[in-house]
């Protein structure tokens, strides 16, 4: 499917609210039958435009469309240098399914962009929410040379090049909560999720997903159950496209020193960002609840929890992890 298409359609009204059918059949050079199917199809994905009586069509609602030219104009040149092919889909299951159907190379990196998902995903499986348009659902594939034994850091890491990037819009106080998430003031900002296609002694083909909430609201965010926060709310956004950009500004050249110096190179960063650390928590395992008080994370970037007076070390693959104040 052209998915550019139906973005073609959407260009319409950037500078007019309402537009003749007639007119929209002719800029776009389709018959009517066919510019209704295209307006059919974004309303089956969300109540985006509406017939008027007077045969005009309009937008329902203000957008901010991704421009994967617009993203790649924005990148480093480095940045841009290592990312082979950016895949944009209006909507689509998951991006990190998507990518992970893909080819992957020695030194580039494959971008998925979505405007929507379907099927969006957090760790173990959980739902998320992803309304057209709204937020950034991103994946990138990427080969990191690293040891098998420090796959358990990379969403750390991963984590830190997010808390980064934002806080350098002028946003203080964005934290890292162990194992993938984004917070802000106690409200989840955004969240991380990496697979794996192929992993070797020396290298691993990871699905990096990152969704990043940007102008949902309180309707769209009906059924999210905890407590959540858009970018918009702290801070000016210019683009979701150059945010994308911005994002892996710091996300690839992260990922370079993370492979070229381990985690050593952020320990410093996660002693700033690290949302649990001397907070007293619940730690939800399979069988078992474990309480205690959260002490950084160890050279596998599993967590360090202090329960009376032994350290125990926490897999991010068997738990989740709740503030005992308040559960989050």
Known sequence: MDHQKFIQLLDLFEQNEEILISDAVDRLGITEQALISRIDYLNNIDRLLGYSDDDKVYLLKALDVFRPKHVQDCLLPNVRERIAQVDYFVSLSSTNDHAKKEDFQTSKALLCLAEHQSGGRGRRGKRWVSPFAKNIYLSLAYRCHIPMQQLGLVSLVVGLALADAVSQMGVSGVRVKWPNDIYFDD??????????????????????????????????????????????????????????????????????????????????????????????????????????????????????????????????????????????
């Open 187 to 328: 409200h989840k900002l955004a969240g991380i999720l990496i697979e794996t296609k192929n992993v070797t002694p020396h290298y691993a083909d990871l699905i990096i997903g990152v969704g990043l909430n940007v102008y949902m609201d309180e309707e769209e965010a009906q059924d999210i159950e905890q407590a959540w926060v858009a970018l918009n709310n702290i801070t000016t956004v210019t683009s979701r496209s150059q945010l994308v950009a911005q994002l892996l500004n710091m996300l690839i050249p992260y990922l370079q020193q993370f492979e070229d110096h381990a985690f050593q190179s952020f320990e410093h960063k996660w002693a700033i960002y690290d949302y649990l650390y001397g907070q007293k928590v619940h730690v939800h395992g399979i069988n078992n609840v474990l309480e205690g008080v959260a002490s950084g994370v160890n050279e596998k970037g599993e967590l360090l929890l202090l329960v009376g007076e032994n350290l125990l070390a926490v897999n991010a693959g068997e738990v989740s992890v709740c503030l005992s104040q308040g559960e989050t």
